[in-house]
């Protein structure tokens, strides 16, 4: 069985299918396709495949040959059936395997089960490029941006195996990160960049090619806007300030240690805060650690004092304290009604 995937299949679905036919058809007794429009894909049921190892070879050479022509943009995964009671699971296996591509980018053809036993290393979030990038947004410098950008895309390059949901996953956040936080700095505004529509394509995308277009999106938009903004130097000293209270937040930094990061008194960098912002830094400090302890209380299954320690109250009475003169709601009444 052949399963065949591609991002121009709406236009191109015709004459891809009736040339993988003729080519199929070279190679066994009969070919049977099935249009399956919900997936955008092609289910060819072959038959009279006398070698599977030789079919498999010589499929896999076909593929890399057609890869940038017949087959440009295409996920194709293949499969041997023992009879006909386990071919529905083994169409289904075939759909199992395709976000694979995500993991395997460098894998012309993936083969069922044996790619689903395929081992895979724990990935942790580089929250290193990620605290990066906080910087680099709030200094507004495109090519910063771009850098980290770049190195996020590298430790998914393929030399390590990852499990592909969990690849995902840190493409959603780390994407999720960087709108958010260009928002925070009026780097683009509200309604700007669609974060629905963002998220929508991170979930589409079959692959690692797609993941990355996404990314490259998202990036074109920050880059363009940083370099369209003229900021002030004083609102410069802001913007690292709150680059800071960005990447400390959890560690309960001070108003004195970021002036001292910063070279500044104490007094001057509480003045220039309130002047550009129209709001004091204990506030701004306030509202952002409370924004994150929404995302934890929401996202995660954290136990409250767990989730007060993580945004940087020691004291999980007095986190519960603060969060309910903010929101009007004790974190567990939250927690119940956003679920």
């Known amino acids: 069985m052949f399963y065949y995937g591609a991002r121009n299949y709406p236009v191109a679905r015709d004459s891809i299918n009736r040339l993988t036919c003729r080519k199929l058809q070279a190679e066994c007794a009969a070919v049977c396709p099935m249009l399956l429009e919900n997936h955008h894909a092609i289910l060819y049921l072959l038959t009279g495949v006398e070698d599977p190892q030789?079919?498999?070879?010589?499929?896999?050479?076909?593929?890399?040959?057609?890869?940038?022509?017949?087959?440009?943009?295409?996920?194709?995964?293949?499969?041997?059936?023992?009879?006909?009671?386990?071919?529905?699971?083994?169409?289904?296996?075939?759909?199992?395997?395709?976000?694979?591509?995500?993991a395997l980018p460098g894998e012309p053809l993936l083969y069922w089960p044996q790619v689903l036993q395929s081992p895979t290393e724990p990935c942790a979030f580089p929250i290193e490029i990620e605290n990066r990038l906080r910087v680099a947004v709030c200094s507004r410098s495109a090519d910063r941006i771009e850098r980290r950008f770049e190195e996020f895309r590298r430790?998914?390059?393929?030399?390590?195996?990852?499990?592909?949901?969990?690849?995902?996953?840190?493409?959603?956040?780390f994407l999720w990160t960087a709108l958010n936080l260009a928002k925070e700095v009026d780097l683009v505004k509200a309604g700007q960049i669609e974060a629905r529509r963002l998220m929508e394509s991170i979930l589409e995308a079959r692959n690692l090619t797609e993941l990355n277009e996404v990314a490259d999106q998202l990036l074109a938009a920050l880059t363009v806007a940083a370099g369209q903004t003229d900021t002030p130097d004083q609102n410069i000293t802001i913007l690292r300030a709150k680059s800071l209270i960005h990447e400390f937040y959890s560690t309960g930094i001070t108003l004195e240690e970021i002036a001292q990061k910063l070279n500044l008194t104490p007094e001057y960098l509480s003045?220039?805060?309130h002047k550009d912002t129209c709001e004091t830094f204990s506030a701004y400090m306030r509202k952002y650690r409370i924004g994150k302890a929404k995302e934890l209380l929401i996202g995660t299954q954290l136990k409250l004092n767990q989730v007060a320690e993580q945004v940087g109250y020691a004291d999980p009475k007095y986190f519960s304290q603060v969060f309910k003169k903010c929101t009007g709601q004790l974190p567990a009444e939250y927690r119940r009604a956003n679920k």
């Open 155 to 173: 430790y998914f390059d393929g030399h390590t195996v990852y499990d592909p949901r969990e690849i995902r996953e840190s493409y959603t956040h």
């Open 54 to 102: 030789r079919f498999s070879a010589w499929l896999t050479s076909s593929v890399r040959i057609h890869a940038q022509t017949l087959w440009k943009g295409a996920d194709i995964s293949l499969a041997f059936s023992t009879g006909w009671h386990t071919l529905h699971q083994t169409a289904m296996g075939l759909l199992d395997a395709l976000p694979w591509k995500i």
């Open 271 to 273: 003045g220039q805060f």
